[in-house]
């Protein structure tokens, strides 16, 4: 099988190239993102392989199918960025990796929001100054506060065993309730109104497209530390914004963005970035901003890869598809 790889990083290959030759694919590592201007470059290949910032919007489905490719591979979980309605009538597949590292990202959100609460992020830059002082660093006791897990998957899952490590009352929201889990299920709302903490680890799907809005962020208690490692918009970053100028949120993790798409992944270090909400964003101080790396462990990336080959190989010799999306 010859693979068309779009939005290839260094990293990819690292992980990618060795396995390919396990299972007897080609890969086309391509630099340029999956959209209606370079899905030609994929002519000529079986199937492409795409990750959270490329689009298969409909008349990318439509191209692809014109040359004759019926498989779409996603290196990621979410699927929010490809036309389904689309790919089912092409008869295009849609392959997926569901879970790599449930861990890397929990960890990765918890990491987060000590950071954001005892202020590190702050401390760091003063202490490269040799400014020692600590005067407006100080952060709260976890222990005993209430932590909210919206979205009970396998990295919702990992993420409330890491609360009640902390020895916090955990209250849970998903619209399939897992009972076997040491966590609350309460109602939205509830979650809102009671959390001190807040890590969202729920799909993007129309349900949940700005599930974080002004009137969400009205019913929380003032203070509320929120984390997203998940789908940037799972937030309204304008009702965020908004939040912080009132002062109503005490702190926010976003390691994703809503409008993330040619920022994220990349070094616009020397560019004036024209987004002025995450202009904005970025200079509160009790802001943390990451780049979509809550996955980016060398377990994660290994089981990625291996998923995602596995699941081009499944395609080819006409196996069983556990993760086909359609």
């Excluded at 897990?149 to 396998?154: A, H, L, S, Y």
């Excluded at 990295?155 to 040491?182: R, S, T, W």
């Excluded at 309460?186 to 497209?209: A, M, Q, R």
């Excluded at 109503?248 to 002025?276: N, R, T």
Aim: hydrophobic share 40%.
């Amino acid at each position: 099988m010859d693979i068309a790889f779009f939005g290839t990083k260094p990293y990819d290959k690292l992980w990618f190239e060795p396995l390919s030759k396990e299972y007897s694919c080609h890969i086309h590592f391509i630099e340029a993102k999956m959209n209606s201007d370079t899905v030609v470059l994929a002519e000529g290949s079986n199937a492409v392989c795409i990750f959270v910032n490329d689009y298969v919007t409909a008349e990318v489905a439509q191209r692809l199918s014109s040359m004759g490719i019926k498989l779409i591979l996603l290196r990621c979980a979410g699927f929010n960025n490809v036309d389904l309605s689309a790919t089912k009538e092409l008869g295009i597949t849609v392959l997926r990796v569901p879970s790599y590292s449930p861990a890397a990202v929990a960890e990765f959100s918890m990491a987060a929001i000590l950071a954001v609460n005892r202020q590190l992020h702050r401390a760091y830059n003063r202490t490269r100054d040799f400014n020692m002082s600590i005067n407006g660093l100080m952060g709260r006791d976890m222990n005993c506060k209430t932590a909210g897990v919206i979205g009970t998957g396998k990295i919702g899952q990992c993420m409330i065993d890491i609360f009640n490590g902390f020895h916090m009352k955990v209250l849970a929201y998903d619209v399939y309730p897992n009972e076997n889990l040491d966590a609350v299920y309460v109602p939205l709302d509830e979650l809102f109104e009671k959390s001190d903490f807040i890590s969202l680890h729920c799909p993007l799907t129309k349900d949940t497209y700005h599930i974080i809005n002004g009137n969400s962020i009205a019913r929380m208690r003032p203070g509320v530390i929120i984390s997203n490692t998940s789908r940037g918009s799972l937030i309204d970053s304008n009702a965020l914004l908004d939040g912080l100028k009132e002062g109503k949120i005490g702190g926010v993790a976003l390691d994703v963005y809503e409008e993330e798409e040619g920022i994220f992944y990349e070094d616009v270090s020397g560019k004036i970035i024209q987004d002025d909400v995450l202009s904005r964003l970025s200079t509160f101080p009790n802001v943390l901003i990451t780049s979509h790396m809550g996955f980016f462990t060398r377990e994660a990336m290994q089981a990625i890869a291996i998923e995602t080959l596995e699941n081009a190989f499944a395609y080819e010799n006409g196996m069983k598809l556990i993760n086909i999306v359609q």
